[in-house]
């Protein structure tokens, strides 16, 4: 399996390129066209500010070609943000697989501390865990409310391609999913053994 990361200017990519080596899979860290044309599977991640990482993929016409893949693509954090339509971060228009808009967090309480970060509990969808249908192929096998490892200033708020949802300040979408698009604001190669199994899921499961 040919497994493509989008190297662009944003921050720790290289633990998803250490988390997937991990599982046996070497990736290619690149930005040419032709290999994530051709990989199985493209993984976007990414910290930072939106803005500058959207006009470095304009500058590049990445974000033209990200928007073209036909193979499962995975974007984490930043790159779950910049899959959506638009961002306050910068008033930054995004690559527009989701029609969403990305929020900023707006602290409640004296106890609420943004950026959000550390461990925090994921939920499925309403009804589908109880159910025991899945939302989403991306989700099997880590367990019914698994904590994952999250930082973040902004949000994408619940819509209707949300696979599981996430608590803090309010409820938000902590994954997303559409067609080939999956995507999701926490860390998975941060996030322990629920975290890994999604990134197996990923990349050996059919998403079908």
Known sequence: MK???I???AGNIY???HAIKRLGIDPVLTDNPEQLQSADRVLFPG???????MDYL????LDELIAGLKQPVLGICVGMQLLCRHSE?????????FDAEVKRFHPQRHEDKVPAMGWNEINMTPDSAEEGVLPSPLLKDIGTHPYMY???SFYVPKCEWTIATADYILSYSAALHKDNFFACQFHPEKSGQAGEQILRNFLEN???
Do not use: P
């Not at 910290?47 to 990482?53: D, K, L, S, V």
């Not at 971060?89 to 697989?97: A, F, H, K, L």
């Open 3 to 5: 497994v493509a990361i």
């Open 150 to 152: 999250f930082v973040h």
């Open 7 to 9: 190297k662009y200017n």
């Open 206 to 208: 059919s998403l079908d």
């Open 47 to 53: 910290q930072g500010n939106a803005r500058e990482a």
């Open 58 to 61: 304009k500058a590049h016409r």
């Open 89 to 97: 971060e910068g008033d930054t228009d995004g690559i527009g697989i």
């Open 15 to 17: 633990s998803i390129v």
